[in-house]
């Protein structure tokens, strides 16, 4: 026979579902977002650029309704200990999925303007960090949905991959636009767009980091690889412009 607090536990448990599929779900349109970024990018399709940065409404509309959840069940269920931890976690990643959402329509708005001059070889390297920045997301999403510490901790460590990749790209950028004065405007475009598709694999390690405290109680401290370099002396003095 079913007893009272069987019956809370049970409630409690589908709404934790329910929820996890919401962030989910909101994950992976935030993906689809970034995907149709590049796509534009590639199309140079303004009009279609402006339908992408318009759909960031309906990411930011998931979040709030997130969040509604979240108080929803801190006020109905007083959940302690590991069931606080996950619905903390909810909100936090749902916070980190609309920053990824964000960041992707504004990848779709650095593309109108580039599409109105002429095309520039360097376009082609973006898609690269963008597939390594949604495999992170994807791969996040999965460790979240199955609560699978140990592969929250490699998307967290593997995040060295795309910096690497960003700061090889920025390289080859600021090389563009030394050689011809005419690339720096499409180039700095550019340089913006990668950056922001940086700082989503950036978002994806801290929803790691989320999972990671969810299902083990314990905060991630370990000291993991940059490959960000392009605020190195360094790399400065590569884009100083020549005498």
């Given at each position: 026979?079913?007893?009272?607090?069987?019956?809370?536990?049970?409630?409690?448990?589908?709404?934790?579902?329910?929820?996890?599929?919401?962030?989910?779900?909101?994950?992976?349109?935030?993906?689809?977002?970034?995907?149709?970024?590049?796509?534009?990018?590639?199309?140079?399709?303004?009009?279609?650029?402006?339908?992408?940065?318009?759909?960031?409404?309906?990411?930011?509309?998931?979040?709030?309704?997130?969040?509604?959840?979240?108080?929803r069940l801190l006020a109905l269920r007083?959940?302690?200990?590991?069931?606080?931890?996950?619905?903390?976690?909810?909100?936090?990643?749902?916070?980190?999925?609309?920053?990824?959402?964000?960041?992707?329509?504004?990848?779709?708005?650095?593309?109108?303007?580039?599409?109105?001059?002429?095309?520039?070889?360097?376009?082609?390297?973006?898609?690269?960090?963008?597939?390594?920045?949604?495999?992170?997301?994807?791969?996040?999403?999965?460790?979240?949905?199955?609560?699978?510490?140990?592969?929250?901790?490699?998307?967290?460590?593997?995040?060295?991959?795309?910096?690497?990749?960003?700061?090889?790209?920025?390289?080859?950028?600021?090389?563009?636009?030394?050689?011809?004065?005419?690339?720096?405007?499409?180039?700095?475009?550019?340089?913006?767009?990668?950056?922001?598709?940086?700082?989503?694999?950036?978002?994806?390690?801290?929803?790691?980091?989320?999972?990671?405290?969810?299902?083990?109680?314990?905060?991630?401290?370990?000291?993991?690889?940059?490959?960000?370099?392009?605020?190195?002396?360094?790399?400065?003095?590569?884009?100083?412009?020549?005498?």
């Open positions: 026979m079913s007893t009272g607090t069987d019956h809370i536990i049970k409630s409690y448990d589908s709404e934790l579902t329910r929820l996890t599929g919401e962030i989910v779900r909101m994950g992976e349109l935030s993906v689809s977002q970034l995907e149709a970024a590049i796509d534009v990018l590639e199309r140079r399709d303004e009009r279609a650029a402006q339908r992408v940065v318009g759909n960031d409404d309906a990411i930011d509309q998931l979040e709030q309704e997130i969040g509604h959840d979240v108080v007083a959940p302690m200990a590991g069931d606080l931890r996950n619905v903390y976690a909810a909100l936090r990643i749902a916070s980190d999925i609309e920053r990824i959402g964000d960041y992707a329509a504004n990848v779709a708005k650095r593309s109108i303007p580039l599409s109105m001059v002429a095309p520039v070889a360097p376009v082609g390297g973006l898609r690269h960090l963008a597939e390594l920045a949604a495999d992170e997301v994807r791969d996040v999403l999965l460790a979240y949905r199955d609560r699978d510490a140990d592969a929250a901790y490699l998307v967290w460590k593997n995040d060295v991959v795309l910096d690497e990749a960003y700061t090889g790209y920025f390289r080859q950028l600021l090389t563009y636009m030394m050689e011809d004065p005419r690339n720096i405007t499409p180039c700095t475009h550019l340089l913006f767009m990668a950056k922001n598709i940086e700082r989503i694999g950036d978002h994806a390690t801290n929803i790691a980091e989320n999972v990671w405290f969810q299902v083990t109680g314990e905060q991630l401290n370990k000291q993991r690889s940059k490959g960000d370099f392009t605020s190195s002396p360094e790399m400065t003095k590569l884009g100083d412009k020549p005498e």
